[in-house]
T-cell receptor, first 114, second 111 residues
Framework: DAGVIQSPRHEVTEMGQEVTLRCKPISGHDYLFWYRQTMMRGLELLIYFNNNVPIDDSGMPEDRFSAKMPNASFSTLKIQPSEPRDSAVYFC????????????FGEGSWLTVV | SQKIEQNSEALNIQEGKTATLTCNYTNYSPAYLQWYRQDPGRGPVFLLLIRENEKEKRKERLKVTFDTTLKQSLFHITASQPADSATYLCVLTGGGNKLTFGTGTQLKVEL
């Protein structure tokens, strides 16, 4: 299995630009999570989906952030417009209830907004 | 409010010794508690899961205890090696499949 695949691995963008992060979960997993990691706040859950439906988006910081999951094998996290304080590592993760609630992370997308 | 506390200071130990990391939590009644390892520049990787009705779980050189009365989990690495150097994250399960991560403890195993 290829694991959770994220793209891009690194992105540097200017303030005000739109950023789109992409994720392909592990095949057969019915949960998908977006996390953000910073030195100050650690790993924060932004949103998670079950069977492509958003279940809890209470961690999404503001309206500039949006996430979609159009099908079981693809999700996007969009930031529009981006700000320097959005600079962080964004992780996508997936899980299956059959795996006992263990989640599997991608390698992350490192975002720098200048 | 709900809190997960892990030692923010790095833990430095000598190779061959046992490393013990602590996770304390408040205002949670977790069904599971998990430990993950994170290496620099990588995503967290699952190590062990322990359920609320289990006191102890082992996997090779790893051992986890879970005391729901004390609201504490201890994570032990026996016969530690430099390759064990990483950040270790304690993770609690809240409602549904929502996992909340502690801030992690950095472990450094020195020769």
């Amino acid at each position: 299995d290829a694991g959770v695949i994220q793209s891009p691995r690194h992105e540097v963008t200017e303030m005000g630009q739109e950023v789109t992060l992409r994720c392909k979960p592990i095949s057969g997993h019915d949960y998908l999570f977006w996390y953000r990691q910073t030195m100050m706040r650690g790993l924060e859950l932004l949103i998670y989906f079950n069977n492509n439906v958003p279940i809890d988006d209470s961690g999404m910081p503001e309206d500039r952030f949006s996430a979609k999951m159009p099908n079981a094998s693809f999700s996007t996290l969009k930031i529009q417009p981006s700000e320097p304080r959005d600079s962080a590592v964004y992780f996508c993760a997936s899980s299956s209830n059959r795996a006992g609630n263990t989640i599997y992370f991608g390698e992350g997308s490192w975002l720098t907004v200048v | 409010s709900q809190k997960i506390e892990q030692n923010s200071e790095a833990l430095n130990i000598q190779e061959g010794k046992t490393a013990t990391l602590t996770c304390n939590y408040t205002n949670y009644s977790p069904a599971y508690l998990q430990w993950y390892r994170q290496d620099p520049g990588r995503g967290p990787v699952f190590l062990l899961l322990i359920r609320e009705n289990e006191k102890e779980k082992r996997k090779e050189r790893l051992k986890v205890t879970f005391d729901t009365t004390l609201k504490q989990s201890l994570f032990h690495i026996t016969a530690s090696q430099p390759a064990d150097s990483a950040t270790y994250l304690c993770v609690l399960t809240g409602g549904g499949n929502k996992l909340t991560f502690g801030t992690g403890t950095q472990l450094k195993v020195e020769l």
